[in-house]
């Protein structure tokens, strides 16, 4: 993102309704009249994509939380898109299920919003994205007409796959108000791997290796590098359990049998531990222990921000190129006054790097060495500006770097189909 | 189906372009000179999707088999459409890798024209659909514009997903010339359970429990009524390792280590067999064995052939819905002169029933009792009346059963945005 934040919108009016009925009411009323919708579900997005930027009405999806059905079987959950994603999760542990998807933000974002985002988070590398687990939806376009995709089925090839138009469009294309989700089983043993290693080229190595031995059961695979890890060792004063190493990786495993999932975490470590692979091990089933360790992954933006200020950027990469970026901008930073840090962590198995250069305080000469040379040199690569974060208001005008000009004008077509007007969450997502 | 095939065109041009500029340079010949085209991989569609219904162009992508690249790390495959599904898998296997997707017709389909019809098939349960499993993909529309979302990378929320547009639009949107997709490890061990079961209650509560006991390794999930199975015992000969029950099922696991899996399943077994869930059940990792179990599925079809004339649909339903249809077209063509059998089977763990009425010989008056109520017993259970066939050419019409008005319309929008003078695969998809 790189700027300072200016999520700060002037809306007069939030509306929240709660039936489907009540937003097409909503929607059919501002398509008339030319007034603009700011589609919001928790509003903890991160490139502004749920905030007003100038008087749009607020249609906020709080009211709208009723669970309509879980199915014990086939594990299909059916919900309105105001619920919160942990409020689902809950109601489906009883089930013997989970939800796909995990996020930090969980405790408040709502699952119409991860629809509309096509949020990734931390269980994508095993339980895939949304695309692969919603089955169905609903969805109200601007003009107020319901489309009613709600199918709870895995297959179903009859025409045009369209609720993937409502995945990641943030709202633009139109408003989602119910959903049918796939729900895998909650696993009954969860076990959790913290790595020291010497070298990016080991990560890679221990990667493929992990993807192979673990296979089924592996869930995680993140990577933290040593100047990452320490916004957390020294800003925060949490304890890391291993010495300090370049580089670390968290592996969990989620599986049905803890003696069989140990025995291949163990296995698996001995190996790249005989290699040489990785330096240093531990692996914990301790749920205290566990904690711990995700703690200096998932505190890892709040550490940041002792650091003074943080140029930060969601990136896929293809995996070669990882971590790339991180050396690369070092040198082209050296010397300058003021850097703090420039280093790399994310969701290893899925590509996507978080980036940051965090300083001692805003600089536009800092920013300016940063882009849109972050961006060029991830389009070079054929990476992605937003690999999980969406463009909301903060990024259409880099929309380019990852998506050619045909693409462009296919989406701009597509709005145009859909919303007419243009009175779906104004200035966002695409680029004027 | 239901009718006596007519997938006979009678196009007397076929074009065998390489690459997808001559894919480019023959549609925007065509668009410009109003000439309809029939894209066709592999020919193995099961409802005239790829057959020219006049005198279309047949443009056929068997010259474009290019293996670009296999990333060993990522599991990233990167090729041209016409490269045939087993030739891939076969690729994939020196990688440690293999396609998320296996079919009946893997030796001579393509992945683009998988791409294309959003192929499920035998593996859905454990690897996802194609939304989830295809990274990127590159298309051609209409007008001979190339569309680049050829994109390698897991996340990617730059904008509207479009990919998913060319997923399962049968070639009507455009035509796929490269495909980017996620592939799993080649799993080292395989065992498959072979079940007699007294109902289909029972079938039921033993999936809920294969799904949560096996979890991780569970691979696929079929099922096979007594009647189904007939076709392969009395009209194909074939052996049954079981004695004769009511209900069978086929469930294979895949997963990184014999011993783990044959001790889950072994668990499995025991339990469901203690509480007579199940009446009998034996479990093999022979090859030979499982390939004589598994010929008692992928038969079936052959099998039917020898009744006589076969009445088939391919629907998807409500898990407690799945066999409904069964009995009950069988009370509804009781004393009917000339039935065979009413039957059902299929992909249990996707909620995809394969349900057929045979008879000595086709006959109008039995095409009437059966349709179109199969379709509206379908469509009132909100099922899908093609789960993985497609439409093509045979369902335009029947489309209605699955899809909303509003969501009709919307597909023909899309239809008119994309192919302005209709020349891709005409009559094909949607209805008139």
Redesign the interface.
Known sequence: CGFEPIFLGYSRCVLKPKTTEEVAKILAFCNNNRIAVCPQGGNTGLVGGSVPVFDEIVLCTSQMNTIYSI?????VLVCQAGCILENLDKALEEH?LMMPLDLGAKGSCHIGGNLS??A?GLR?LRY??L???VLGLEAVKADG?????L????????????K??F???EG??GVVTKVAIQC??K??ATNLAFLGLESFSHI?KV??KA???????LASCEMIDQSTLDVCTCNLKLKSPLAEFPFYMLIET????DA?DQ??LNLFLEDVMLSKLILDGIVTNEPSKMKNIWDLRERITEGFVRDGYVFKYDI?????HFYSLVPVMRERLAGTEGIVRVSGYG?LG???VHFQVSCKQFSNEILHQIEPFVYEYTSKL??????????GFR?PKY?HY???P???V??K??KK?FDPNGILNPYK??PM
Chains 1, 2 share one sequence.
Do not use: Q
Request: proline fraction near 3%; charge should be negative; charged fraction near 20%.
């Open positions: 199915n014990d079987t086939s594990g013997g985002t096509n990734g994508l895939g994205n695309h692969g687990t007409e319901i489309i009613d995709l199918s709870t089925l895995k297959k179903d090839n009859t025409g045009f796959h369209l993937h138009l995945i990641g469009s633009a294309l895998p089983a696993p009954k890679l990667l493929k993807k192979g031995d673990l296979g089924e059961i989620h599986g049905s049998s069989h025995e291949k896929s990469l293809p995996i070669e969701h899925d590509g996507n054929r990476g992605s500006i937003s690999a999980e974060h969406g463009i990024k929309i990852s998506k050619s045909e693409s462009i296919i989406m077509e597509l189909m997502v695409l």
